[in-house]
């Protein structure tokens, strides 16, 4: 699959939203990708993330876990395609955790799943959990990386789609200056008014 078989398939389920948005990292930006659009049509997040865990079929993985919500359907996904476990983490008292009776043996090896990375924030928390249990990060994966390449987990990295979408902090963004009201289509905080 080649970027523009990705990014049609994004364009196709109106994945790519145009606006003033608050983004996870806490940075904002005029276009976001609602991976969740993508995520609804099973045929069209099955060929992201069949392509995806191939990349993959070779590193020897032993599970595929991702963060609540944004990574989970990434992670089954990905592991039902290589054959191995798929887990999540979520939140708990504000940290990164597994609860639901996963566990994670000392030596397995996993991919990290997301649905978008920007900063790396909700990668590097799961792969914190991950350290803590033993296991080996042998691979980040996402379906879009918006990352503009500053992201760097020091394993094989790889995404579906890579888009530049501009971001600022808000205190720079032109958005806010010209006073557009600022939405938050994720699931990690609301916006303060």
């Not at 904002?28 to 991976?35: F, K, L, W």
């Not at 191939?54 to 592991?79: C, T």
């Not at 909700?122 to 918006?146: H, I, M, P, W």
Request: proline letters at 4%; aromatic letters at 6%; a positive charge.
């Amino acid at each position: 699959m080649n970027q523009q078989e990705a990014l049609k398939i994004f364009t196709d389920n109106n994945a790519i939203l145009n606006g003033h948005f608050l983004l996870s990292s806490g940075l904002h930006s005029d276009r976001y990708m609602q991976c969740a659009l993508v995520l609804q049509n099973p045929a069209a997040a099955a060929q992201l993330c069949k392509e995806l865990a191939a990349r993959f079929k070779d590193d020897k993985i032993d599970f595929v876990i991702g963060p609540a919500l944004g990574g989970i359907l990434v992670s089954y996904e990905m592991a039902r395609n290589l054959g191995v476990r798929s887990l999540f983490a979520e939140r708990e008292n504000g940290a990164m955790s597994l609860r639901r009776g996963f566990s994670i043996k000392p030596g397995e090896r996993c991919v990290i799943t997301e649905d978008v990375i920007t900063t790396g924030k909700s990668t590097n928390e799961v792969l914190q959990v991950v350290k803590d249990c033993g296991g080996v990060f042998a691979g980040a994966a996402s379906l879009v990386d918006r990352s503009g390449g500053k992201t760097d987990f020091g394993v094989k990295f790889e995404s579906a789609l890579k888009v530049e979408i501009q971001t600022w902090k808000a205190a720079e963004c032109p958005l806010c200056k010209k006073g557009l009201p600022l939405v938050k289509p994720g699931s990690r905080t609301k916006p303060k008014v």
